[in-house]
């Protein structure tokens, strides 16, 4: 058989492929996830200015008078396993630099853990955040929202505005517990022990299927103004079967009418009691304050990267971020299980006035937190499984019809016998 | 006098023996085998040699793909070539356009020295398909080849990519097309995906989701990926008969310094050159009017230069240096080892 031609076959095929690429029409750019912080937002006309705004040279004399700083948020966090403390190296690298220093200069290091992934990192000499003994209690079934399923959560106290670098604190008062509500309206307290490292944890055991919400609930006057700080937590009691992942009324949060100030988070149409927050997703909140939406709280959000976005919530109380990618491992490192926490807060102030623990003061300020867990986006990895399948379908399908070809034009040998008689 | 003529001559004549025996022991050089390790060579320098801290730049004509972060001990010029092709046409034809001419010149000065000798000896992407067809060689399947119509067809399309890679980026710094384009050659090119695997990163093997365009762009880059293995297992040199960076090359030949001369005075028409010729250039054969035979799609692997047994009748020069030749007793000594491999 002639060897030529024999490309005919994939001649056409590289020829549609690379003028193909060229052809590709030029698609409008989608509206893309927010990737930078975004300027601190003017405050509702319902809120009073900010104090921690740098004030105005003409405004020193009254800085006698103002009010003190608003505190760092306290929040609850699922105490780290023994599977969250390895992975990472790259996110522990990156935080344990120069930001991580600065930003709690003068406070006691020893005291502080790292959460979750890049805990070994952290501890590294270059590392702001040297302390990395977490607590590790693999033997129970850890996690708060998104992050295992089991009936029995140990969470943490910790306190500040960077998720990665916040240390653990220990109340100063004696009989903290935290408060927990079901969705059946049962509610019931556990108590706060020493976890021997400057910081408190407790354990909450779980009964039934469902999301709990938890909150601590801190009161302090000072300096003319009363600071509410809630440290909330979600927690999630998941499985499968038994039919709970049939029943609806399962799946919804647990919501407390009675407290001052209250951080929702919103789930979406098709979550269920295994469902999982990735990057990328939307999560959204909504601030409530007795039951009721409350417009004009200031919402942020920060990631252990250090990403951080501040919003105002709206009328219906409701504010929504989009979970940046917070998990840059190199490629070899990668592991799709690798959870990164974010934590969420937020904080209004109202003009109310009052008498409390013997000091007066004329202003209230609300702060709640909640933290949570999130994946990598499965695009993540699924993007490298569908160049793989696209590049192996090509690669076998144009071997495929370059032999198909070959095949056809192949022409079974014929003999010819020459009649001389007929010549 | 006898004596002191000889005495005159004889270093010259020594000079001249040595010289003979210098060109001899290069127009008689075992080819195939030189080229293999030269190849071999440059390959470990161009996808390994950034681990050794060597830095050539960012404008090398050849594919040193940019996408080997760790590996690549310079980019290929194309890949800068399009990011600042797609600065805001002000900027562009601004300052920065001497950024741009400055990068232009870095790469003539590279490219000047080697001619299309970068696609035959140099490029890593090259010697990929020369291993893909050794594994075909050894595998048994006969290789394929384009009838001159198809030849005639396919020759354009390395122009078209040409054009297209420099008037999208274009058309991004006028805000006509989507930045989600850039790079678009980058995006379709087999070195994306296949030379960072040769470093042990596979992160370009992937669909970028990051917005419908880089979908398709990433989607259709893993296809010509496919094309790739299966044209260069049946093809030789599949690909660079599509390359606009050959495109390229070619528009700049005619200045540079190495060069594949034919002397059609000596030509037989046998054919043997083309018979070699990976890339199918019939001219090679059939042109005995054209001194400088070196055409568009020839990448310059000198394989017919010695597979001809014309003494003489096909050279590389450089610099109007003859190199490398064509004799007899090369294409005899040649033949003993199989030069028609």
Redesign the interface.
Known sequence: MK??????A??P???L??????A???????A?APTAPVARPAPAPSMAPRVDDKPAPSAVSAQLDAPPPWPEPLWLVDAPSAERGSGDRGSGERRGGKRGAENHEGQDHQNRESIGAGAPAASAPTGGVPAANAPTDATESVGMMNMGHGGVKNLVLRRGADPANAPVVKLGDDGVSLQVLSADGKRWETPFTDMGKGGLRTKVELENFGFYSAYLLRKSAHGGVLDVQVAQAELLKGGMGHGVEYDPALFKPTLDDTAPIELVREHGPDERLMTSIHSGDKAVFLVRAYGKPLAGARVSLSTQQGWRKTVTSDQNGRVEFTLIRDYFPA??DFNRSQSSVFLVWAEAETPEAGVYNGQGYSTTRYQTSMTARYYPAP?DYR??A???A??????A???FA?WFYRQRRQKPFKEIVFDEKLA | MKSSLESVAAPALQRSSVKNVLRDAVNGVDFNRFRFWLQIFFFVLLVYGGYAGINFGNSLPTFSCGYNSSGRPGVCYLMPLQHQLAMPWPVLFGYAGITVLTGFFTFFLWFIVLNKGWCGFVCPLGTIQDWITGLRKRVGVRFARYSHAQFQTLSWIKYVLLALMILIPLGIGAGYVSRDMSAPFCAICPARMIIPLFAADFRQFMVDFSSPTKIAMTALGATVTGLFFTGSFVKKRFWCFFCPMSAFHYLLSKVAFFRLIKDGGKCTRCGDCYSVCDLQIKEIADDVKTPQIMMDDCIVCLKCVAACPEEGALKASFAGMTIFESTEAGFVKRMEKGVNS
């Open positions: 060897a030529s031609d024999s490309l005919t994939i001649g095929l590289t020829i492929a690379l003028l193909g690429a060229f590709t029409p030029v698609l409008a750019r989608p893309k490629w070899s695009y993007s490298q569908y160049a793989l696209i590049v192996m379908f090509v690669t399908f144009t071997a370059v």
